[in-house]
């Protein structure tokens, strides 16, 4: 689980009217000429096809041949203009349609003969005009040069400038009255904000902060896990000094082709000098700033690579009084090429991490704006339950508790709906429709016990909040909800043991009880595992092994780690075995104190348990009495 800051949700912010990204420097005003040519086709074609209806308008009407026949034996023609294949005929008398002009297509005389014999109604057919021969074969020119003209538009990026942009970075320019975050917004990362105002300071006022000859750094790295808010933060530095704010993603720099990636690394910061002073924040740079030579294909980060050293140069050519800032985020500095973050280029590194108590507090009151809260509810009782969780889990949090009010028709949220948020994201959805068998919800109801027993009899553990045996998520059969009531920085080892005893508290119930084992322990098996091989590798824990570090680091400082394979050992097989056998024995003692906690306190497992059966979920105080082992192991956190 993580921690953080957050903002309040709020309009994303917009580009720039002033700096639009595809308008190009110089170009005319007006309506430009491609907004002409999509209309020139349409109108073309319409003019042919009017041309063609009005082919030979004379006015006079048509009519069969034989029709014109009629007329010509009953002597009402007065006048007749014979052409090549039509004869116009002007009537002495009108028809019924009062029409005196008609018109007909010539038939052969032969066949006129033989019709008109037989009593068989016979016209012409007219043959095509000019009109309707060049449309026959002009239309289709017409339809395949507008096809291809659309299709060359699409595969050269007409419209984004051609194939000359294909380099051109796809960075949004966020103008002053777009970015709306300020310093006021964020909460939980005070420490973040004080390293942060000096950039703000110095693009306010660059030569009040440099009287004395003192420089901004040129770039900003700020580090952290995942939803503490590090691109919010960003942008309210952007808010704060009021400058354009050019943001990308680090992804966005590796195309297909090789050399587009540092082609727009130099127009993103030629944009950025045009524009200074500014801000460039790159977000998520581990995807371009990898250590190079990392890969096991060769060529494989070729373009990665050129890229990497493109930004590397572009970040050396900045002059200390360019005013222009680069801001960069990621949550795996670990794997950061050191050229990358040697002095010169990411000068400062400003870690965001997940907030304290009192951090969490002013994230839940920025996010509980416009929501109504319970008169009782105090959110420094929320912030309680949530140690570990980030900006984004406690906004995450806020909203599951105002679902869970709306679903019970609540007027206001209170701790409750808060607790069961807690409960979701932690354990997950509760799936009731989960059909159990008798003896399998006895196994899981002595299981849960035996983990909150432990939990309530070792000193300096986390206090149960809650036990069910509500199927949750999509493997939790169960769970024990344990909240710490502060917040720990620092473990020792007696509290190290006393996490993996509880977490084998469920076995340990098993085999009190039923003096069998079963699959429901797998997660906690996993866990206590890798708990006991970090206090032998890590932490030097162990006198059988000594006090020595055989695994990776992983702390936040960027570059102190190194890229390790997964087959690569810095130890003998003999020093593996070793580290094979403290860990087997930590969990076995861990396992051993469980059951002895049990078997003391088996009177309360089986009280425990048939409340469970009948209850389904009990809370703290439902819980039954735990006797203290005689000489407990005393555990404290070191703050």
Not at 177 to 186: L, Y
Not at 315 to 341: H, K, M, Q
Not at 351 to 378: E, F, N, T, W
Request: proline share 6%; glycine share 10%; with cysteine.
């Amino acid at each position: 689980m993580s921690n953080g800051f957050t903002l309040p949700p709020g309009t994303p912010p917009g580009r720039s009217p002033e700096t639009p990204r595809d308008t190009q420097p110089g170009a005319p005003r007006g309506i430009p000429n491609n907004r002409l040519a999509p209309w020139l086709v349409p109108l073309a074609i319409l003019w042919i096809v009017l041309l063609a209806r009005t082919d030979g308008g004379t006015g006079a009407k048509r009519v069969p041949y034989s029709t014109f026949l009629q007329y010509l034996d009953s002597g009402r023609v007065s006048h007749v203009i014979v052409g090549a294949s039509e004869v116009e005929a002007t009537l002495r008398t009108p028809d019924t349609a009062a029409q005196t002009s008609i018109t007909a297509v010539r038939v052969d005389p032969a066949l006129v003969e033989v019709l008109t014999r037989r009593g068989v109604t016979f016209t012409g057919v007219p043959s095509a005009g000019w009109g309707q021969q060049m449309l026959g074969w002009l239309l289709p020119f017409v339809l395949m040069i507008a096809l291809w003209s659309w299709l060359g538009r699409r595969l050269v990026g007409q419209q984004t400038g051609g194939v000359l942009n294909f380099g051109r970075s796809g960075a949004t320019i966020y103008a002053e009255r777009s970015v709306n975050v300020t310093f006021d917004s964020v909460a939980g990362v005070d420490e973040a904000k004080a390293e942060l105002r000096e950039i703000v300071a110095f693009l306010k006022n660059p030569a009040s902060f440099g009287r004395l000859g003192a420089h901004i750094p040129k770039g900003v790295l700020l580090v952290g896990p995942p939803g503490t808010g590090k691109t919010l933060l960003a942008r309210a530095v952007a808010g704060e000094s009021k400058v354009p704010f050019f943001s990308i993603n680090g992804s966005e720099f590796v195309e297909l082709f090789v050399g587009i990636g540092a082609a727009r690394v130099r127009d993103l910061f030629a944009q950025a000098r045009k524009q200074a002073p500014c801000i460039v924040f790159i977000d998520e740079i581990d995807a371009l700033g990898r250590m190079r030579g990392a890969s096991v294909v060769s060529g494989a980060n070729d373009e990665k690579e050129q890229t990497l050293n493109q930004l590397l140069a572009e970040l050396d050519g900045f002059s200390p009084d360019s005013r222009v800032i680069v801001l960069a985020a990621t949550n795996r500095p670990e794997i950061l090429d050191p050229a990358l973050l040697r002095a010169g280029r990411f000068d400062r590194q400003v870690l965001v991490d997940r907030p304290d108590r009192a951090g969490r507090v002013q994230i839940l009151r920025v996010h509980v704006q416009g929501i109504p809260l319970d008169a009782a509810l105090r959110l420094e009782e929320v912030a309680g339950l949530t140690p570990g969780f980030t900006g984004a889990d406690l906004a995450n949090l806020v909203n599951e508790a105002a679902l869970t009010a709306t679903r019970r028709s609540g007027t206001a949220v209170t701790i409750d709906d808060f607790t069961a948020a807690v409960e979701r994201i932690v354990a997950g959805l509760a799936t009731r429709s989960r059909i159990l068998s008798a003896q399998e919800r006895s196994i899981i109801s002595y299981h849960e016990m035996g983990h909150a027993l432990v939990a309530m009899a070792i000193p300096g553990s986390d206090p149960v909040h809650k036990v069910s045996i509500v199927p949750h998520g999509l493997g939790a059969l169960g769970f024990t909800l344990q909240r710490p009531t502060e917040d720990r920085y620092i473990a020792t080892r007696a509290e190290l043991e006393g996490r993996m005893a509880v977490l084998l508290g469920g076995r340990a119930a098993e085999l009190v009880v039923f003096h069998e084992l079963s699959t429901g322990a797998a997660d906690d098996l996993v866990k206590a595992t890798e708990l006991a091989r970090d206090m032998v590798t890590r932490h030097g824990m162990d006198e059988t092994v000594g006090h020595v570090a055989y695994g990776p680091g992983s702390g936040l400082t960027a570059g102190s780690a190194r890229l390790i394979a997964p087959e690569s050992r810095l130890f003998s097989e003999s020093t593996a075995r070793d580290i094979e056998m403290a860990v087997r024995a930590l969990v076995g003692r861990a396992l051993e104190r469980a059951m002895q906690i049990l078997s003391s306190n088996r009177a309360a497992l089986e009280d425990g348990a048939q409340r469970l059966l009948a209850q389904e979920t009990l809370t703290r105080d439902q819980l039954p009495v735990v006797v203290m082992p005689k000489e407990p192991r005393t555990a404290a956190a070191v703050a």
